[in-house]
C-alpha cells in the first residue's frame, strides 16, 4: 500500500490521481476528511482501500506498517497569513517529527512537502543546498514551521536516525486542478479565471517597491503535474536522499501569468491594480526561482511545463470544464 497524506487537499489529491491512473489502487488516503466537506470532490473519486483520519494514522502506519511500501507525507497547514505559532507546531512540526520517526523506525521510504516559503526574501537565494539551511530567514510563521522540521530532518540524518529514503520537497508556487477550495491561498490563475468571469478583468497587486513594476512581482510557477511526476519518480527512486526544489527554474510576472489566463480563453486583456493587503504586505515574496540543478543531478529526465501550456490546459481542460483530475 502507498500512503498520502494532505490526500483532500491540492497535490495530494493530483498525486492520488496519477497513481490510480498507473494502476496503484492499493492507496490509503489520509486527511482531516470530516472538517472540510469542500474538498470531498477531490477525494470521493479515488479508488483506495482505506481512508484513515489524519489523527488516526501514525497508530495505524504502526499496526499495517508490514503492507505498505511508501509514505506520501503531503499534509499540512499551508496559510501563509495564518498567525498561530501554536497551530502550525502541532500540525507542520510536531506531527511531521512523528511521522518522520516511524517511517525511520519501521523502515519505510518518506517523501514530505516543505516549501520555498523557508527562503523568505531570497537574501540567501534559492538554492537546496544543505549547508545553506540553517541562514534561511522565513518570512511568517508557515514558513518558519517547514524551516523548522526541514532544519530538525537534516539533524536526523546526520545523528543516523532517518528513513532509509526520504526526500523533502520544496514547492513553489504549485497551480493546476484540484485547488478550488484554497480560497485566498489559491493561484491567481484561479482567481484570474474567476475575475474575468465575474468582471471580465482581473486585479493584481501593486508593487510597494520601487525595483519593481506593478505586476511585474516574479515567481516560480510550477504546474501540478510536474510536482505529481516528481514524487512519483521519485517513489522508484529512493536514493539520494536530501531536500530538493520542486519548482519550474525560470522566475514569470504575474503579469504574464494572467496575460496567459485571458489568452486561454480568449478574452481581450483587461488588468487593473490594487494595492497589496496590509496583513501580508511586509512579508511579501517579490522574487522566488527554483535552482533545479540537484534533482537534475540526481538523473530527474524530464522538463518542467511551460507557463504558456500549463495555463492553457489548466484553463481550457479543466476550468471551463468545471474538472478536476
Given at each position: 500500500?502507498?500512503?498520502?497524506?494532505?490526500?483532500?487537499?491540492?497535490?495530494?489529491?493530483?498525486?492520488?490521481?496519477?497513481?490510480?491512473?498507473?494502476?496503484?489502487?492499493?492507496?490509503?488516503?489520509?486527511?482531516?476528511?470530516?472538517?472540510?466537506?469542500?474538498?470531498?470532490?477531490?477525494?470521493?473519486?479515488r479508488?483506495?482501500?482505506?481512508?484513515?483520519?489524519?489523527?488516526?494514522?501514525?497508530?495505524w502506519?504502526?499496526?499495517?506498517?508490514?503492507?505498505?511500501?511508501?509514505?506520501?507525507h503531503?499534509?499540512?497547514?499551508?496559510?501563509?497569513?495564518?498567525?498561530?505559532?501554536?497551530?502550525?507546531?502541532?500540525?507542520?512540526?510536531?506531527?511531521?517529527?512523528?511521522?518522520?520517526?516511524?517511517?525511520?523506525?519501521?523502515?519505510?521510504?518518506?517523501?514530505?512537502?516543505?516549501?520555498?516559503?523557508?527562503?523568505?526574501?531570497?537574501?540567501?537565494?534559492?538554492?537546496?543546498?544543505?549547508?545553506v539551511?540553517?541562514?534561511?530567514?522565513?518570512?511568517?510563521?508557515?514558513?518558519?514551521?517547514?524551516?523548522?522540521?526541514?532544519k530538525?530532518?537534516?539533524?536526523?540524518?546526520?545523528?543516523?536516525?532517518?528513513?532509509?529514503?526520504?526526500?523533502?520537497?520544496?514547492?513553489?508556487?504549485?497551480?493546476?486542478?484540484?485547488?478550488?477550495?484554497?480560497?485566498?491561498?489559491?493561484?491567481?490563475?484561479?482567481?484570474?479565471?474567476?475575475?474575468?468571469?465575474?468582471t471580465?478583468?482581473?486585479?493584481?497587486?501593486?508593487?510597494?517597491?520601487?525595483?519593481?513594476?506593478?505586476?511585474?512581482?516574479?515567481?516560480d510557477?510550477?504546474?501540478?503535474?510536474?510536482?505529481?511526476?516528481?514524487?512519483?519518480?521519485?517513489?522508484?527512486?529512493?536514493k539520494?536522499?536530501?531536500?530538493?526544489?520542486?519548482?519550474?527554474g525560470?522566475?514569470?510576472?504575474?503579469?504574464?501569468?494572467?496575460?496567459a489566463?485571458?489568452n486561454?480563453?480568449?478574452?481581450?486583456?483587461?488588468?487593473?491594480?490594487?494595492?497589496?493587503?496590509?496583513d501580508?504586505?511586509?512579508?511579501?515574496?517579490?522574487?522566488?526561482?527554483?535552482?533545479?540543478?540537484k534533482?537534475?543531478?540526481?538523473?530527474?529526465?524530464?522538463?518542467?511545463?511551460?507557463?504558456?501550456?500549463?495555463?492553457?490546459e489548466?484553463?481550457?481542460?479543466?476550468?471551463?470544464?468545471?474538472?478536476?483530475?
Amino acid at each position: 500500500m502507498i500512503t498520502i497524506t494532505g490526500a483532500a487537499g491540492f497535490i495530494g489529491s493530483a498525486l492520488a490521481a496519477r497513481l490510480n491512473a498507473e494502476g496503484f489502487n492499493d492507496l490509503v488516503l489520509v486527511d482531516d476528511f470530516s472538517s472540510r466537506p469542500d474538498k470531498a470532490r477531490n477525494h470521493e473519486n479515488r479508488t483506495c482501500v482505506e481512508r484513515v483520519d489524519r489523527a488516526d494514522f501514525p497508530a495505524w502506519l504502526e499496526a499495517n506498517e508490514n503492507q505498505v511500501q511508501f509514505v506520501f507525507h503531503l499534509g499540512a497547514r499551508t496559510d501563509t497569513t495564518e498567525q498561530d505559532r501554536a497551530l502550525f507546531d502541532r500540525l507542520n512540526l510536531n506531527y511531521s517529527q512523528d511521522i518522520w520517526r516511524l517511517c525511520t523506525r519501521l523502515g519505510l521510504p518518506l517523501v514530505y512537502a516543505s516549501s520555498a516559503a523557508t527562503y523568505g526574501g531570497g537574501e540567501h537565494g534559492y538554492s537546496d543546498r544543505h549547508d545553506v539551511v540553517d541562514r534561511l530567514q522565513p518570512l511568517n510563521p508557515y514558513g518558519d514551521s517547514k524551516q523548522e522540521f526541514d532544519k530538525w530532518a537534516l539533524a536526523e540524518a546526520e545523528a543516523g536516525r532517518a528513513p532509509y529514503f526520504w526526500a523533502g520537497l520544496k514547492f513553489f508556487n504549485v497551480y493546476g486542478p484540484g485547488e478550488y477550495h484554497k480560497g485566498r491561498m489559491a493561484s491567481v490563475v484561479l482567481h484570474a479565471f474567476r475575475q474575468i468571469g465575474e468582471t471580465g478583468g482581473m486585479k493584481l497587486f501593486r508593487s510597494h517597491r520601487k525595483d519593481y513594476a506593478d505586476g511585474e512581482q516574479l515567481r516560480d510557477f510550477v504546474y501540478v503535474r510536474d510536482v505529481v511526476d516528481v514524487c512519483h519518480w521519485l517513489m522508484h527512486h529512493r536514493k539520494d536522499s536530501g531536500l530538493y526544489n520542486l519548482g519550474s527554474g525560470q522566475a514569470r510576472s504575474f503579469l504574464d501569468l494572467t496575460r496567459a489566463t485571458f489568452n486561454a480563453l480568449g478574452v481581450e486583456e483587461n488588468i487593473g491594480f490594487i494595492d497589496t493587503p496590509i496583513d501580508i504586505r511586509d512579508t511579501y515574496q517579490y522574487f522566488t526561482e527554483a535552482d533545479m540543478g540537484k534533482l537534475q543531478s540526481i538523473g530527474y529526465p524530464r522538463e518542467m511545463t511551460s507557463l504558456e501550456d500549463g495555463v492553457t490546459e489548466y484553463v481550457k481542460d479543466y476550468l471551463l470544464q468545471d474538472r478536476i483530475l
